[in-house]
């Protein structure tokens, strides 16, 4: 069993920066890939981005790529999510998720409760 806690969500303005952080439970967190998705109200959860267990290989939404950043620290039991030049249809509910490898949104096995992302125009 895997508990997700996100945090770092908040209101931005267009063109700003945040950082999400999530805080998974358990000795064995280097084993599971991690990642983040969001979710408009009124549409399905989509994928943002995903990173493996070591932290080798990351993966990203196009809608994204070259604005935010996955990382992870296995030390820490911590993932991170650094989203640069914020656009307003980044506005969404994040969540980070864990599953034993990396999948389609279907696959992730564990949810956190997510953290709103708001950016203003």
């Known amino acids: 069993q895997v508990q997700l806690v996100e945090s770092g969500g908040g209101l931005v303005q267009a063109g700003g920066s945040l950082r999400l952080s999530c805080a998974a439970s358990g000795r064995t967190f280097s084993s599971y890939a991690m990642g983040w998705f969001r979710q408009v109200p009124g549409k399905e959860r989509e994928f943002v981005a995903d990173i493996s267990g070591s932290g080798g290989r990351t993966y990203y939404a196009d809608s994204v790529k070259g604005r935010f950043t996955i990382s992870r620290d296995n030390a820490k039991n911590t993932v991170y999510l650094q989203m640069n030049s914020l656009k307003p249809e980044d506005t969404a509910v994040y969540y980070c998720?864990?599953?034993?490898?990396?999948?389609?949104?279907?696959?992730?096995?564990?949810w956190g409760q997510g953290t709103q992302v708001t950016v203003s125009s």
């Open positions: 998720a864990a599953n034993r490898f990396i999948g389609s949104i279907k696959d992730y096995q564990y």
